[in-house]
């Protein structure tokens, strides 16, 4: 038995059925916010992309914002444009359109302004929701479901009782078929070895070893005498001895399964199983390249509290601790803190995947509910 | 009795303090282990849950966190004084 799904045109299942309002372009967030104002029930998708950009930024602008219209969890999409930006509107549909789902843009410029743009959308996003709401949740597999595990906000116990606790709901998600996601390179450094071991393959195994050391050449280029701080002196005052360890405690997240596929940031995994992503450690520039390679779900550990959501993917928020679960509890689902307190992990762990079931089904985590919608695209060179 | 420690994965031969541990103390939590510490462990620190041999692997989620530089004795705390980083 697996779920109780929204079945997209091209096989894939929603987890959630949103409508969604882009912008092509950061100029055009006006129209969007305005858009979203009157008819509250869509998502609205704003950033700070869209133009001024080199063409490799342009591309993860591209790849992202068409990712997340293409992420199961969305029924429909309207893109707004402005007209003369590089990441266009048309180019936008052009991208999303071949998954099947009802997608259609407005260019302001074409339009007439920002008050005709924003009374047009309105119309099509209430006919795209009204379509929207009369489709029905079907029962499908767990192979159907992308499960995006991150970590951010840590303290010395996330990697002793709240990664671990993730690692084994991951591993039961990859025997059931599904498919993990583990972001955050930045801290895999020093796992390159245990990781690379773990690769279904030599080419994969490779893949890992070096996504892994590049990302540690360009800690030590960009942070110079910072790149130390991976492992501080308070981490080791802490108990961690060196960045193995360190690293360990964020991995362990993604369970231990066999590694089946390397892919850069934004990108849609083409293996089942887990899945290694390019993205910074930075939290929201990893959700948001999670959810645009298609995680319906994404599951979330901190140590030091962090109550960070994403517009269309439901993510369920896990403290390591009892302290930060009661002082954060209107954003915290689950309180890994009890596995020191005589919780087994085996006891933990089943009650994530509980919790798990019931937020697929519909069941809306804290950060769900109380609307925590972040997004960041994880661009890299200058603007100009 | 309360748990003083918790070991990650079954293959681990150390396990994470979750409080301060004073020496003599009961090491507690691991079904079917039975030890003491040697000496102060402080939370969040390890403490060796057999004899580790000098150059053996120190074991932590399952895997290789580093090799012992010296023997290390069950109940011994383990951390960058008695454990050698390999391949980094």
Redesign the interface.
Known sequence: MGFMGFRRPDGSWGIRNHVLVVSSVSCVNGVVNAIAREVPEVKAITHTEGCGRGLADVEVTMRTLAGLGRNPNVAAVLIIGLGCEFVTAPGLVGAIQSCGKPVECLVLQQEGGSKKTTAKGVTIVREMLAQAAGMRREECGWDSLVLGVECGGSD??SG??AN?LVGAAADWLVAAGGTVILSETTEMI??E??LSRRAASQEIGAQVLKLIKDQGRLARDTLGPLADMVISPGN?E??L?????KS??CI?KGG?SSVNEVISYSTKPSRRGLVLMDTPGSDIFSLTGMAAGGAQLMVFTTGRGTPAGFPIVPVIKIASNSAVYTLLEDDMDLNAGR??E?VRLKEGAAELIDLIRRVVDGYQPKAEANLQDCLSIHTVGPAF | MEANVVRINTRDNVAVAVMDIKCGDPVTGIPGLALRAREDIKRNHKVALTEIRDNAPVIKYGETIGLASGNIQEGEWVHTHNLKTVGA
């Open positions: 010395a116990l002793v009782t671990p020093g796992t070895e245990i080791i802490g108990g001895s060196n960045i193995q360890e360990l405690g362990i231990n596995l020191i005589g």
